[in-house]
């Protein structure tokens, strides 16, 4: 009754002006931290995979133990745990509110790390080589789908959670009017996890139950189509919680705002609605949906999310050219890109994440979800070059990113070794641009994915489908690609882990980052960078252009028409970019069946 | 707090109702993505018992 009528403990943080709920604080860096050792985790066990294929010793068995826990380790546990933190964070501090249950949080925390440990135990223990997808007659130990069952309903409660906290703060009156997008953003998140989390619920359910013999079979058609909601849906919490987060770390970096806030939210409601229909593209070559199923969703149903990736692709930089305009920098295109704060890990994590994402992660991606194409990479390399290019130079480098603000935030330190941090973002995304471009092109020769003995040594019959080419080659640059990668994560990982261990205990943790946020940050200009009166005194006021029609037009007008002229060149490129790959999508597919 | 909605466009306390972004996330997939596919999988013979 005592704790249900004592305020929860508060402090106001000295740099954004919020009112931080200690309960809310120590929990969402509880979950950061489960989400950094898993980081690790990951990543130790992608050098090794990736070493394996240069002639590191290892059997086929421990190879597949180690493929399967790398790829429940990243594309589940490291990145669920960050965005349960970010939904905690978001829900409460964002909001100037508090958590509503938090012994329900740390009892959630709890039991999803059994969850984790168990499925942990039966991948490393050969009980559970099934890899991500599980499919059916592959059977695992009992304990490998209970610990996911476990994992995924803690991930629900938490989604949950947030619902509460935000109803509560609404109730209580901590924000006014609608949600800021950040925590909009992430509450699409949190809605495309319910979802997800069902279909995975019934779809590991069932495995489950064959496992201990209630159920007598599952069908693998079955299987595939609840697997895929949580399969594919997952990635699509993934992506909704990263655009989140750009957003956050344009507000952070150069302290921009939506340059249409209702638009954005509509295309986070495009989200919510139809990303779940792009689960058809891993089933295109399933024979048991009808061509129609298949087409309808993902090549007319998922363009409506195609369309809302494209408008956060003109909103996210348009927001920082108009941010960097209000600056000072006005001239030309592009001064306002080339002035950016590059020095600033979270911005060059910010920029380079949604470069690799749009260009690289989410064209491929389109072009995957095509089911003509579909044929010419289905089960290659290039498939996981896709998802490589979203969760790791995407999802992840966006969490790198905000974790270098969000951690002295949390913690109230100061962040320890800032310039390596400075040059994390570079390193690790020069390294999974390798890892992800190799991928692709080994894909497009040929070289299959899951397969821990790529030149077939053991088959019965002689297999020599790329060995000859320059398949080896680019392999090789995988290979590279991933060392420099796993580099870039031990630097962040170093800078964090000596901030946490080491980092001095300070009021104003932001030393040494640039936060152009909140009320303190707001008065003041970046270090080493001049105030928009300082780099442009006559901006929008003294400078008059000549038009064609010979009128004479202020600056300023020119800008008020036109706010973003250099995003609207970047987004021609992209479109340009987009056609070429689709063009020579359609020459590979030409080309792969001869007609006639 | 009436008073603000009213203030407040529909397509604004649209997009601002939870509750129904929730149904939206599920009513969507769950006809178009599940229930088609299901139904299409029942029509097979061999899933359909016939």
């Not at chain 1, 790198?400 to 330190?413: D, H, N, V």
Request: proline share 5%; hydrophobic share 55%; net charge neutral.
């Amino acid at each position: 009754m005592a704790t249900a009528t004592t305020p929860a403990p508060t402090r106001t943080c000295n740099v954004t002006g919020f009112v931080v709920d200690r309960n809310g604080q120590r929990l969402a860096l509880g979950n950061i931290y489960a989400a950094f050792l898993m980081l690790a985790l990951g990543g130790t066990l992608a050098i090794l995979i990736a070493l394996q294929r240069q002639g590191l010793p290892m059997s086929d068995d421990w190879w597949y133990r180690l493929l399967a826990s790398h790829g429940a380790t990243m594309l589940l546990f490291w990145l669920l745990y960050f965005e349960v933190a970010a939904l905690y964070w978001g829900s409460t501090m964002l909001l100037n509110a508090r958590m509503v249950a938090p012994r329900v949080a740390w009892a959630n925390l709890v039991m999803m790390s059994v969850g984790m440990l168990l499925a942990q135990w039966a991948m490393f223990t050969g009980r559970a080589t099934v890899m991500f997808t599980a499919y059916p007659p592959l059977t695992a130990h009992p304990l490998y789908y209970v610990g996911v069952l476990l994992f995924a309903v803690g991930v629900l409660v938490a989604c949950i959670h947030f619902f509460a906290n935000v109803v509560v703060a609404k109730r209580e009156r901590t924000y006014e009017g609608s949600l800021p997008l950040v925590v909009y953003g992430l509450a699409a998140a949190a809605i495309i996890a319910l979802y997800a989390l069902g279909t995975g619920a019934v779809a590991y359910g069932m495995l489950f139950l064959h496992s201990i013999g209630l159920m007598e079979s599952v069908d693998p058609a079955q299987y595939r189509l609840f697997f895929w909601g949580i399969g594919h849906g997952a990635q699509q919490v993934n992506l909704a919680a990263m655009v989140a987060v750009w957003y956050a770390l344009i507000a952070f970096t150069v302290g921009g705002r939506p340059v249409n806030e209702g638009l954005s939210r509509i295309a986070f409601l495009l989200y919510i609605a139809f990303i779940h229909l792009g689960a058809v593209h891993h089933l295109l070559v399933d024979p048991g949906l009808g061509t129609s199923h298949r087409i309808m969703n993902t090549s007319y149903m998922l363009y409506l999310a195609v369309l809302a990736s494209l408008i956060h692709a003109f909103s996210l930089p348009a927001s920082i050219e108009v941010a960097q305009r209000e600056r000072g920098f006005t001239h030309g295109l592009f001064q306002w890109l080339r002035k950016g704060p590059w020095r600033e890990p979270g911005f060059s994590a910010l920029v380079l994440s949604i470069v690799y994402f749009g260009f690289i992660a989410g064209v491929t991606g389109v072009l995957m979800g095509t089911m003509q194409l579909n044929m010419v990479i289905h089960n290659t390399l290039f498939v996981v070059g896709h998802f490589h290019a979203t969760v790791v130079s995407g999802t992840t480098l966006a969490f790198m990113g905000i974790s270098y603000y969000l951690i002295p935030l949390l913690t109230e330190r100061r962040l320890v070794a800032p310039r390596v941090a400075r040059w994390q973002p570079y390193v690790f995304g020069g390294g999974v641009a390798v890892l992800t471009l190799g991928m692709l092109l080994a894909g497009q020769l040929g070289v299959p994915r899951r397969v821990a003995d790529l030149e077939y040594a053991a088959a019965p019959i002689g297999v020599d489908l790329w060995a000859a080419g320059p398949a080896p080659l680019v392999m090789l640059a995988v290979s590279i690609g991933a060392v420099i990668a796993v580099t870039g994560g031990i630097m962040f990982l170093y800078v964090i882990g000596m901030t946490l261990l080491k980092g001095e205990r300070s009021e104003t943790p932001d030393e040494g980052l640039r936060i152009a946020f909140g009320p303190r940050a707001r008065l003041r200009a970046p270090v080493g960078e001049p105030t928009a009166s300082e780099a442009a005194p006559d901006a929008g006021t003294g400078v008059d252009v000549e038009t064609e029609h010979g009128h004479v037009t202020g600056l300023r007008e020119r800008w008020r028409r036109f706010e973003a002229p250099g995003t609207y060149v970047l987004v021609l490129v992209f479109l340009a970019w987009f056609v070429v790959m689709y063009l020579v999508a359609h020459l590979n597919l030409s080309q792969s069946w001869p007609v006639g | 707090m009436s008073e603000d909605r009213d203030d407040t466009p529909w397509q604004q306390r649209a997009l601002d109702n939870l509750w129904l972004l929730i149904a939206i996330s599920v009513v969507v997939p769950g006809i178009l993505y599940l229930g088609w596919g299901l139904w299409e999988l029942a029509e097979l013979p061999t899933w359909g018992g016939r």
